[in-house]
């Protein structure tokens, strides 16, 4: 029987809690059969663990993640911790370090959840995010602190070799969708060099996928798209920044960000991939106990795939939508139950 080894890390706020319920709920799908078991291995790497020791993470992260399948992700963010600290000292270093740049973003509204649009049931998304470049590179700086002509600098970065492979990426995946369709999502209009360049290397991608139909949206354009004509809309590949905000309107429109997931890729499969639920730690929620666990079921279903376990991770999914049907709800969907109720709710439908 084959293990996967997973590394487990909570993080913060509700990332603690929903994790935990994930574990539980992939523990007790590989119980049921299925010919492969799951092995976690916690980390407390997170914003606690940086008020007691000055580091998210020890200097030697990455040897230690590398020996790991797959990395479970909660959350990272505390009210008393600056955001840019938080990010860079857990979750951007283990993206970037193990080349993970290809975040995938799905979104659809699952059986039983309402969307806010009218049209929401043409929502059936995909989005495909530069995960390692772009505008959050990290490359810039600051200079002449606290004086009035104090200057900061942000660079946006795009490589060729980049921006290629994710727009290889895109068009690989969106032609395995049955509409396999493709939008690229830009802002050359106004950014002049990296953006140009962005367009220049999709379209010459494209060339080479002529199965997969394309078109092209400014990205302030591509919200009033989604939000009025969802159903022409399918796989969409953004930069790092613009694919950043649009997965959270995707995940609003889906009814709500405590069911989006997210798959932070290696394609190589050189480094173990990371996979997380996109609602961030939620400390005005944090240990109430009604924070949304589908999020994390849906990532821990990603992750299967990922591993190779196709059809466990079908009958997980297929699990949730049955729950999701039979309206068993957290209260950010309305509903009145609890995170441990959905849980159980989960399992049991397994």
């Not at 470049?133 to 004086?147: D, K, N, T």
Request: charged share 20%.
């Amino acid at each position: 029987m084959k293990t996967h080894r997973i590394a487990s890390i909570p993080g913060d706020g509700i990332g603690i809690e929903v994790i935990a319920e994930g574990e539980k709920v992939l523990k007790a799908l590989a119980a049921r059969g299925g010919g492969y078991a799951m092995e976690f291995t916690p980390f407390d790497w997170g914003s606690a663990r940086y008020k007691s020791t000055g580091e998210y993470m020890p200097a030697d992260y990455a040897a230690i993640l590398k020996q790991f399948d797959a990395i479970f992700f909660g959350a990272v963010g505390a009210p008393d911790v600056p955001d840019h600290i938080s990010l860079w000292g857990l979750r951007l270093p283990i993206c970037q370090g193990f080349d993970q740049y290809a975040n995938v973003r799905p979104a659809r509204v699952l059986p039983g959840i309402t969307s806010p649009l009218v049209k929401g049931r043409d929502i059936d998304w995909v989005i495909i995010r530069e995960n390692s470049e772009g505008e959050y590179s990290g490359s810039g700086g600051r200079v002449h602190r606290g004086l009035p002509d104090e200057v900061a600098t942000e660079t946006s970065v795009f490589t060729r070799s980049g921006v290629e492979r994710i727009h290889r990426f895109a068009f690989e995946l969106a032609g395995k969708r049955p509409r396999k369709h493709l939008t690229l999502v830009t802002k050359s209009n106004a950014q002049r060099h990296g953006m140009v360049m962005w367009d220049e290397i999709f379209f010459a991608v494209a060339r080479d996928y002529p199965e997969v139909k394309w078109d092209r949206e400014l990205v302030d354009a591509v919200t009033t798209r989604m939000t009025l004509k969802p159903h022409t809309l399918d796989t969409i590949v953004a930069t790092n920044l613009h694919a950043d905000i649009l997965s959270d309107l995707a995940a609003a429109l889906s009814g709500s960000l405590g069911i989006a997931p997210t798959a932070n890729l290696n394609p190589e499969r050189t480094f173990p991939s990371m996979f997380e639920p996109i609602h961030g730690s939620a400390f005005d929620i944090t240990g109430k106990g009604v924070a949304n666990p589908i999020a994390t079921f849906w990532t821990a279903s990603m992750m299967l795939e990922h591993l190779g376990e196709a059809s466990a991770a079908a009958r997980l999914m297929v699990a949730i939508e049955k729950v999701t049907a039979a309206k068993v709800f957290t209260p950010d969907l309305g509903g009145k139950a609890n995170t441990a109720e959905v849980t159980a709710a989960v399992i049991a439908a397994l």
